[in-house]
């Protein structure tokens, strides 16, 4: 338990209409000459990789492109990007794209600095120093990876998500360019949406910080809620209910678009200090089983985990409810996540993701041994519990 509470950032955050544009200031400012960008062909096509690539050419940058990311990488990207980086020997590698390709680049800026695979570095603090400097320019508005201490890889081989976490990680400069999501595919636009919307609810709900157990006395990898967490989420979650089904119904609404990276952003902010929680813990395998994008795994789960939350949480969620839209009770924070899902067309039921019955009490099994995230949910559920939430998303 704790009787004090810390935040963590980004070194540096740029938020506007064009602000992609300072990229090779930022840089040149920081004496960054060599920069690998990290990001996939779809946006190398869509123009965007150049719309950051030319700003630090013209700030006298020598720039090389790394186009391998694809959505939710395998470990084997991680190696070859890695590989690219000890080639190129950048001074600082530059994350473009959405969750995926900024998570890939944290990976790659571990690699170059310290050496060896990516599973020397899962889970918590096992990262020993700081890693080569990154640029973060997210292209969606969803994981808050451009804020965040967190990096996320599939390991195909063990069908699971995995994460590597240090406050190492968190982007050196991060650049939020509302312009950078208005091509983003409204699919795209609608599970990375609910996505920032599922980072804000569980940081909101999570376990306050004077009540979450911690491992000794080293750094615990979240804080739990707190007065700044809860800032940063209600106003998340308020954008969202305002922005995003209009984000994904007309994309090159800027005003839609701008709200919903801002929205993304400050609950990047909040997630990646309260922490996240059984959402999450439970997309982990489905995610790595079915390959289903995160958010949408994240966004189907979200009420089915409030609903087990209930009981623990009736003031908040009465407030999230009041934040999106509905009636201040804690019973209608459910029905808008709901409503809002409908709206922008996140599957209902795991089953239309192809899951099975018989896939369930392995699911449950691996997310339990997610301590971290069994920690900051506000109501610590058993094995039988996650089984009995995944049965009813079923």
Request: charged share 20%; net charge negative; hydrophobic share 45%.
């Amino acid at each position: 338990m704790a009787d004090a509470w810390s935040f963590y950032s980004a070194g540096e955050l740029t938020f506007g209409v064009g602000a992609s544009q300072q990229v090779g200031k930022l840089s040149a400012r920081r004496g960054w000459s060599r920069v690998l960008i990290v990001t996939d062909p779809t946006l190398v096509r869509l123009g965007l990789v150049d719309k950051v690539r030319r700003p630090l050419v013209e700030a006298g940058a020598t720039v090389e492109v790394f186009d391998g990311s694809c959505a939710e990488p395998d470990l084997s990207v991680a190696i070859d990007a890695g590989a690219a980086a000890k080639k190129f020997a950048p001074d600082a590698i530059c994350g473009v794209g959405g969750g995926s390709n900024i998570d890939l680049a944290k990976i790659v800026a571990i690699l170059h600095a310290h050496g060896g695979v990516p599973a020397d570095y899962f889970s918590w603090d096992n990262v020993p120093g700081p890693v080569t400097p990154l640029i973060a320019l997210p292209t969606t508005a969803g994981t808050g990876s451009e804020v965040s201490q967190s990096a996320v890889l599939t390991d195909s081989a063990n069908a699971m998500k995995v994460s590597t976490l240090s406050q190492y990680l968190r982007p050196t400069v991060a650049i939020v360019d509302p312009l950078l999501s208005s091509t983003c595919p409204p699919q795209v636009t609608a599970d990375s949406g609910i996505d920032a919307l599922t980072h804000a609810v569980e940081a909101y709900t999570s376990t306050t910080f004077d009540m979450l157990e911690q491992d000794g006395d080293g750094p615990a990898p979240y804080s739990g809620s707190h007065l700044l967490v809860d800032a940063l989420a209600e106003k998340a979650i308020e954008l969202v209910g305002k922005h995003l089904v209009q984000a994904v119904r007309q994309g090159d609404d800027l005003e839609a678009r701008t709200g919903m990276a801002l929205a993304a952003t400050l609950a990047g902010l909040a997630f990646s200090n309260a922490g996240v929680a059984v959402v999450h813990a439970l997309e982990y395998p489905i995610g790595g089983a079915v390959h289903c994008s995160h958010g949408g795994g994240n966004g189907l789960l979200l009420p089915y985990v409030m609903r087990f939350n209930l009981p623990e949480r009736q003031e908040k969620f009465a407030k999230i409810a009041q934040l999106l839209g509905g009636d201040a009770t804690a019973e209608g924070a459910i029905a808008q996540v709901e409503r809002l899902k409908k709206a922008i067309g996140i599957p209902e039921r795991l089953r239309e993701y192809g899951v099975t019955p018989e896939m369930l009490p392995g699911f449950a099994a691996k997310s339990i041994t997610i301590t971290r995230l069994m920690r900051t949910n506000p109501r610590r559920p058993s094995e039988q519990d996650l089984l009995q939430i995944l049965e009813s998303a079923l």
